[in-house]
């Protein structure tokens, strides 16, 4: 088998979009799969739109999400000497020529055609200019085009795609398509092609949108002189209204960097968005990365469309479900010092680390992290919903603060009491301080579950979490007898 060399195009005229990060990591899975490279190409010829930060965008999310690349980054813009000597190869070797049609002509002529329900294309008006006719356009002045001269065969030109299947189409049915402006810059499909062949580019992995380029692309390779890669044209991913997802039906919700802010693992991310068209074969949908290089190919993408099941508006489900259900996996499952140092940032700019945490109470650090990390859907929850843990400033939720402290008024001279109890033990440990909330709970002849749940509520302001003894042994004695002796000032 060849060497594999694929590629990964972005244009700079926005963020990285999540549909991008999906095309650059099944070329990267591709590319580690067959011990082949990757090679990453910034294609920013449109000059209005491509910016700095745009490009810088690009090459973040990328190394976020740790897709790294083996070449690159190029510029496409480097190559604009190949590009137009491309462009001058075919004119010279009579495969494309001069057009002078102005816009206003071809738009007259595409309304007459559909006014008369015949095919829209170009109908090849300069295509048989003599010399002479085309000089003499020139000395007019007149602008041109060059257009690509679609060989006037009978017959169908087509391709074997790796994921669906063989696909053709008349010779007749294609017109021919310009490949340079009359500014005279080469077009989209001219450069790709041209940059392609120069990157020696074996296989192209794409979304099935282009699809519509890929047979005038062929009959570009042809002219050139140079073999074609193989194609394989990915379906597209549409949102429940059938929608291809993008910046303005969907807003950032599409973009990696609003799942970098909203403190998603990358691997997560990538792990979600390849199930998005490609299944393995077996319901195994977790996988590590090199679980997922060995397993990935192109056979297994499917040819139906995917969807992102994003409701807009839902607070609950603010992206994909599936999407938080493998965070959410990946937080529990990953090695609690990875998510430690993930963890750093978020708990730095809600001003909750203590230098500490790398230091003397690491283990301290580590522990209460791994205690509370199972109920959590991103990172951005250690520093929220296990603010408690850190610092005393947090939030009590309204539900458990009626459920469980404002409908036993009691209370109010029951937790302090209980701290006292707490303050008084030989040891502080699970053990004592379950018997001593039992035994408490025994005495005032009450459920055992009102006070553990009026504990948990003021020591952590949430309904639900760990188990309270664990929670007691995460916060300290100290903290513990603190708080609640102030619960009676605080929430009552």
């Given at each position: 088998?060849e060497t594999?060399?694929?590629?990964?195009?972005p244009?700079?005229?926005?963020?990285?979009?999540i549909?991008?990060?999906?095309?650059?990591?099944l070329?990267?899975?591709?590319a580690?799969?067959?011990g082949g490279?990757?090679?990453?190409?910034?294609?920013?010829?449109?000059?209005?739109?491509?910016?700095?930060?745009?490009?810088?965008?690009?090459?973040?999310g990328?190394?976020w999400?740790?897709?790294?690349?083996?070449e690159?980054p190029?510029?496409?813009?480097?190559?604009k000497?190949?590009?137009a000597?491309?462009a001058a190869r075919?004119?010279?070797?009579g495969?494309a020529?001069?057009?002078?049609?102005?816009r206003e002509?071809?738009?007259?002529?595409r309304e007459?055609a559909?006014?008369?329900?015949?095919?829209?294309?170009?109908d090849?008006?300069?295509r048989?200019?003599?010399a002479s006719?085309v000089?003499a356009?020139e000395a007019?002045?007149?602008?041109s085009?060059i257009?690509f001269k679609v060989?006037?065969h009978?017959?169908k030109i087509g391709?074997d795609?790796?994921?669906l299947?063989?696909i053709?189409?008349a010779?007749a049915?294609?017109?021919?398509?310009v490949?340079?402006?009359s500014n005279?810059?080469?077009?989209?499909?001219l450069c790709?092609v041209?940059?392609?062949?120069?990157?020696?580019i074996?296989?192209v992995?794409?979304?099935?949108?282009?699809m519509t380029?890929t047979?005038?692309?062929?009959l570009?390779?042809?002219?050139?002189?140079?073999r074609p890669?193989v194609f394989?044209?990915?379906p597209l991913?549409?949102d429940l209204?059938?929608?291809?997802?993008?910046?303005r039906?969907?807003?950032?919700?599409?973009?990696?960097?609003f799942?970098?802010e909203?403190g998603f693992?990358?691997w997560?991310l990538?792990n979600?968005?390849?199930?998005l068209?490609w299944?393995p074969?077996?319901?195994?949908?977790?996988?590590?990365?090199?679980?997922?290089i060995q397993a990935?190919?192109?056979?297994?993408?499917?040819?139906?469309?995917?969807?992102?099941n994003y409701?807009a508006?839902?607070?609950?489900?603010f992206?994909?479900?599936k999407l938080?259900?493998?965070?959410?996996t990946?937080?529990?499952?990953?090695?609690?010092e990875?998510?430690?140092n993930?963890?750093?940032?978020?708990?730095?700019?809600?001003?909750?680390?203590h230098?500490d945490y790398?230091?003397?109470r690491r283990?301290?650090y580590?522990e209460t992290?791994?205690l509370i990390r199972d109920r959590?859907h991103t990172l951005?929850d250690?520093a929220?919903?296990?603010?408690?843990?850190?610092?005393?400033?947090?939030?009590?939720d309204?539900?458990?603060l009626?459920?469980?402290?404002?409908?036993h008024p009691?209370l109010?001279?029951?937790?302090?009491?209980l701290a006292d109890?707490f303050?008084?033990?030989?040891v502080?440990?699970?053990?004592?301080?379950e018997?001593?909330?039992r035994?408490f709970?025994e005495e005032?002849?009450?459920?055992?579950g009102v006070?553990?749940?009026?504990?948990?509520?003021?020591?952590?302001g949430q309904?639900?979490?760990p188990?309270?003894?664990d929670i007691l042994m995460a916060l300290g004695?100290?903290?513990?007898v603190r708080r609640l002796?102030?619960a009676?000032r605080r929430?009552?």
């Amino acid at each position: 088998m060849e060497t594999v060399r694929v590629r990964f195009p972005p244009s700079p005229t926005g963020y990285l979009h999540i549909g991008g990060a999906r095309t650059a990591l099944l070329n990267w899975l591709f590319a580690r799969k067959h011990g082949g490279k990757l090679v990453l190409r910034i294609e920013d010829t449109d000059a209005e739109r491509s910016t700095q930060a745009s490009i810088d965008g690009i090459l973040d999310g990328l190394t976020w999400l740790g897709l790294d690349w083996d070449e690159g980054p190029y510029f496409q813009t480097q190559f604009k000497a190949d590009h137009a000597l491309a462009a001058a190869r075919l004119l010279e070797s009579g495969k494309a020529y001069k057009c002078f049609c102005t816009r206003e002509t071809l738009e007259a002529k595409r309304e007459q055609a559909l006014a008369n329900k015949q095919a829209v294309g170009y109908d090849g008006t300069c295509r048989h200019l003599s010399a002479s006719e085309v000089a003499a356009r020139e000395a007019d002045g007149m602008p041109s085009v060059i257009r690509f001269k679609v060989p006037a065969h009978t017959g169908k030109i087509g391709y074997d795609d790796r994921v669906l299947g063989r696909i053709e189409r008349a010779y007749a049915d294609i017109e021919d398509f310009v490949i340079v402006r009359s500014n005279g810059e080469p077009l989209y499909l001219l450069c790709n092609v041209v940059d392609d062949i120069r990157d020696r580019i074996s296989h192209v992995i794409r979304g099935q949108d282009h699809m519509t380029n890929t047979v005038r692309q062929l009959l570009l390779y042809e002219a050139l002189g140079a073999r074609p890669p193989v194609f394989a044209h990915m379906p597209l991913t549409l949102d429940l209204k059938k929608r291809k997802i993008s910046k303005r039906h969907h807003g950032e919700i599409v973009s990696v960097q609003f799942y970098r802010e909203r403190g998603f693992l990358p691997w997560a991310l990538c792990n979600f968005l390849v199930l998005l068209g490609w299944n393995p074969g077996t319901d195994q949908e977790i996988f590590s990365r090199e679980e997922l290089i060995q397993a990935f190919t192109l056979e297994r993408i499917g040819r139906v469309n995917s969807v992102f099941n994003y409701r807009a508006g839902d607070p609950k489900f603010f992206t994909d479900p599936k999407l938080i259900a493998i965070n959410e996996t990946y937080l529990r499952s990953t090695a609690i010092e990875t998510i430690g140092n993930l963890v750093k940032p978020e708990l730095e700019s809600a001003g909750l680390w203590h230098e500490d945490y790398a230091g003397a109470r690491r283990e301290w650090y580590l522990e209460t992290l791994d205690l509370i990390r199972d109920r959590f859907h991103t990172l951005k929850d250690f520093a929220t919903l296990g603010r408690a843990y850190f610092a005393d400033d947090y939030a009590i939720d309204e539900k458990p603060l009626k459920k469980n402290l404002l409908k036993h008024p009691e209370l109010k001279s029951w937790l302090p009491q209980l701290a006292d109890r707490f303050a008084a033990l030989d040891v502080f440990t699970l053990a004592t301080t379950e018997l001593t909330s039992r035994a408490f709970a025994e005495e005032l002849g009450v459920k055992p579950g009102v006070l553990i749940n009026g504990m948990r509520t003021v020591l952590t302001g949430q309904l639900a979490g760990p188990g309270m003894f664990d929670i007691l042994m995460a916060l300290g004695r100290e903290t513990v007898v603190r708080r609640l002796n102030s619960a009676d000032r605080r929430y009552f």
